[in-house]
């Protein structure tokens, strides 16, 4: 039977940085608030003809240089975002762009902040039990761009980025993914979402299927909406038991990894899983101060960082795990 593994990792952050200081010159708030709750002290954002499928195409390709790979070999490309610049889907886009001649199959996969830890479990279904042989596994965001930047309860979270890896075909023997666990909730929409105008319901005068509804008026989303609190709490009981189970199932325990590498929201989401885990903060990845909540893009920002940086080595353990809108979350124990 086929294995899979990481065989390269690559990232790109749009130009403009946004401090603290930046935002408290457009909303009530100040450095001292946002960095003692949060973390945070500087953010991406994608501005004016910036493009979050060439950041997410420039995170690809770094991501096959690392890896050795043409991209004619390319047989698949995944591209995690819930921010699209095409609502049909961006993947072929990012596809036609790296210039992969061999006709993959590329689609989007839209689950918020848990995005990336589903692509990587796809790529592996899809090497597994589809015969693929090199999935890029692309998880890039833009959610500054459906931010109420006067609601300072949520816009000093978070900031623009794309992160990639490929994940290659291999012998059973030396498969690079142990374990997952995957969940989703739809009854906790109701705590984060940026949902279609409620404004265009209202505005229906007809009872369903009237004709005086017709032509429908043309959709658009809202601007992210969230009960911090609630998603807090949802993140610090879900995300351990999640880790914990996917540890499980591989016959690990947190002793076993080598590092703890979250979605990058809240450092204090970070330290609340780390210390449930028993993991100590030297094993713990987070880079979040440099880039705030970059959804999707989070964990292979991260990744290819603490790749880059000579963190991560290869034959490292590390349990990473994604949370979010949806509600998602779900977990993943990989090998580098
Ligand atoms: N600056 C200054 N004051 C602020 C700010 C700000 N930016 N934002 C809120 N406040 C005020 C509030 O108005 C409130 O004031 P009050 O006590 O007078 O009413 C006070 O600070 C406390 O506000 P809370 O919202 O209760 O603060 P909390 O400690 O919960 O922190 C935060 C808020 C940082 C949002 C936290 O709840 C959090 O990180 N939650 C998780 C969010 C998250 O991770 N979301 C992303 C999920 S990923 C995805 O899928 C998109």
């Known amino acids: 039977s086929r294995g899979c593994k990481l065989i390269g990792s690559g990232s790109a952050i749009p130009a403009l940085q946004v401090s603290n200081d930046d935002l408290a010159k457009i909303v009530d708030t100040n450095d001292e608030w946002i960095s003692v709750r949060t973390g945070i002290h500087n953010r991406r954002v994608l501005t004016g003809k910036d493009s979050l499928t060439n950041l997410a195409t420039e995170a690809a390709r770094k991501a096959l240089e690392m890896a050795q790979v043409d991209a004619e070999d390319v047989d698949m490309v995944l591209m995690c975002t819930s921010t699209p610049e095409d609502l049909f889907g961006s993947a072929p ?15 989007d996969i839209t689950a918020a902040c848990s995005g990336f830890v589903l692509g990587l479990v796809s790529a592996a279904c899809h090497i597994r039990g589809g015969g693929f042989n090199n999935v890029l596994v692309i998880g890039a965001d833009s959610l500054s761009r459906y931010v109420d930047w006067t609601d300072r309860g949520t816009c000093i979270l978070f900031g623009d980025a794309a992160g990639a890896v490929l994940v290659q075909s291999c012998d059973a023997d030396e498969d690079g993914l142990f374990a997952f666990d995957l969940h989703s909730d739809g009854d906790g929409q109701r705590h984060l979402k940026a949902a279609i105008t409620e404004n265009e319901i209202d505005h229906a005068v007809g009872t369903n299927g009237s004709v005086s509804d017709f032509p429908p008026r043309r959709s658009s989303y809202s601007c992210i909406q969230m009960n911090g609190k609630e998603v807090f709490r949802f993140a610090c009981r879900s995300v351990p038991q999640s880790i914990e189970l996917a540890l499980a199932k591989a016959g690990l325990n947190g002793s076993n990894i080598d590092w703890l590498l979250l979605h990058q929201a809240n450092q204090r989401i970070i330290d609340a899983v780390a210390t449930r885990l028993e993991v100590p903060q030297e094993r713990v990845i987070s880079n979040l101060a440099n880039y705030g909540n970059t959804s999707a893009a989070s964990i292979p ?10 963190k991560v080595k290869p034959g490292h353990l590390i349990a990473t795990a994604g949370f979010g809108a949806g509600l998602t979350w779900g977990s993943a124990i990989v090998r580098w």
Not at 93 to 107: D, H, R, V
């Open 93 to 107: 886009q990012i596809q036609k762009a790296l210039g992969c001649k061999k006709n993959p199959l590329s689609y």
């Open 301 to 310: 920002l991260a990744l290819d960082e603490a790749v880059r940086g000579g």
